[in-house]
């Protein structure tokens, strides 16, 4: 009697058969993703660029091809004598584009404050946006706001729900690979379950660290292009940050790489209270201990409206009172750089959100500092130009990512062709 572990010949075959059949999808399923990234790559392509780019052969590529258009991924133009183009004989090239309308992508920012949602299309042309106020810390209520945020840009862009492919929402919390953020009593309420919420929709989702999103924002469209190692410091009332290290975004065990309670270890720090509050706490408290003399501006704004702006304005003024206040803060950058830029070994540090606008002064000096507080080459320090809406910029260039590398596994809905949810 032979062994257990022996097969007869017919199990034999029919496992071979199975690998055989196995390696056969794998390939095609590599093939049909190289000729859908060609789609992605290039505005308009024919069959012999997809041969050029794949090396695959014609019949494949061109039934591929047939199989993206049948599907709603590609268009078909028309062919190239027809558009203009310079063949004279034997069989005109057939030309294809992949369909911007062939879905939609939702990229929200939800910050503590307030929600905005933006709707791009498949070539990252923004639709529309929407936002929202928010007054309360409380999960449903947030949960509202988000949800009509989304909603609203909807609406504006003319985008049915059936039509969204993906949707990744930034949340101020560091969050996992499901994108549920650790127990904690206020990273529990600035992420009230997204991920579960629009997964049940039926959207491809993906909930991320905020300030990790402005950091794709920044390489994809921003003051980070260029840098294959760059440190994003998001400042409002408190910083945040996102690593992108040799190319590669640096998450951490649980999301949580950037959550900068650190600082409160630097001397010369002591939190991770950002621009936007301290400026504002200083100059406060320079007026009411009577340190600001009577030509100050920061003297006679009324205490509700002073702000970051406030102090910037009046320093690029040359007034004495904000200069101190913008080389106070310059030194605290400089400390913060110091150590983020000598642990990561980065290139750049870009300054983003809304204050990064007006940070040239505190940056100058800033720069000037981390000169002697780390050896050469000191990493560079740039304000953002994507203003406060880079989270929003970074969720749906991330949205359009995923969209990208799951396509095998997508229906594209055009717009248009499904009643609104």
């Not at 560091?174 to 959207?203: C, I, K, L, V």
């Not at 300030?211 to 469209?221: K, T």
């Not at 100059?283 to 406030?310: H, N």
């Not at 560079?380 to 359009?400: D, F, H, I, N």
Request: net charge negative; with cysteine; hydrophobic share 45%.
């Amino acid at each position: 009697m032979p062994p257990s572990y022996w097969y007869t010949e017919g199990e034999v075959s029919s496992i071979v058969t199975a690998i055989d059949e196995r390696a056969a999808f794998s390939q095609r399923r590599a093939n049909a993703a190289a000729v859908l990234d060609r789609g992605w790559d290039a505005p308009v392509f024919t069959a012999s660029d997809v041969i050029a780019a794949t090396g695959l052969a014609r019949s494949t590529v061109i039934a591929l091809c047939d199989e993206f258009v049948e599907r709603g991924w590609f268009a078909e133009l028309p062919n190239a004598r027809v558009a203009g183009g310079e063949y004279r004989k034997g069989r005109p090239a057939r030309r294809y584009e992949l369909r911007a309308d062939a879905g939609a992508v939702v990229g929200v920012d939800a910050g503590q404050h307030c929600v905005t949602a933006a709707v791009a299309d498949l070539r990252g042309r923004e639709l529309a946006r929407a936002r929202t106020g928010l007054d309360s810390d409380d999960p449903v209520r947030r949960t509202e706001a988000t949800d009509t945020a989304v909603a609203d840009a909807l609406e504006r862009a003319g985008v049915d729900a059936a039509s969204v492919l993906c949707i990744a929402v930034g949340v101020p919390a560091p969050t996992d690979a499901d994108g549920n953020s650790p127990e904690s009593e206020f990273w529990s309420r600035m992420n009230p379950g997204y991920a579960a919420r629009f997964r049940d929709r039926g959207w491809l989702t993906e909930v991320e660290n905020d300030a990790n999103l402005a950091a794709i924002a920044e390489g994809a469209a921003g003051a980070g292009r260029g840098a294959s190692s760059y440190v994003t410091l998001v400042s409002g009332e408190r910083f945040g940050a996102g690593y992108v290290v040799d190319g590669h975004l640096v998450r951490g065990r649980r999301g949580g790489a950037g959550e900068l309670g650190l600082l409160a270890l630097v001397d010369g720090v002591g939190s991770a209270h950002g621009v936007g509050a301290l400026l504002r706490e200083w100059a406060l408290e320079a007026r009411a201990a009577g340190a600001l003399p009577d030509t100050s501006p920061l003297m006679w704004t009324a205490p509700e409206q002073t702000g970051a702006e406030t102090v910037l304005k009046a320093a690029e003024a040359e007034d004495p009172a904000a200069l101190k206040l913008v080389e106070r803060m310059a030194e605290r950058l400089a400390r913060i750089c110091a150590v983020l830029g000598g642990l990561l070994d980065v290139e750049r540090i870009v300054f983003s959100g809304a204050v990064a606008a007006s940070l040239a002064p505190v940056l100058r000096h800033a720069a000037a500092r981390l000169e002697d507080l780390t050896p050469a080459p000191a990493p560079e320090l740039v304000a953002s130009t994507l203003g406060g809406g880079v989270v929003s910029v970074g969720a749906l260039t991330r949205a359009l990512e995923l969209v990208r590398a799951n396509a095998m596994t997508l229906d594209p809905v055009p717009r248009g062709a499904g009643p609104t949810g």
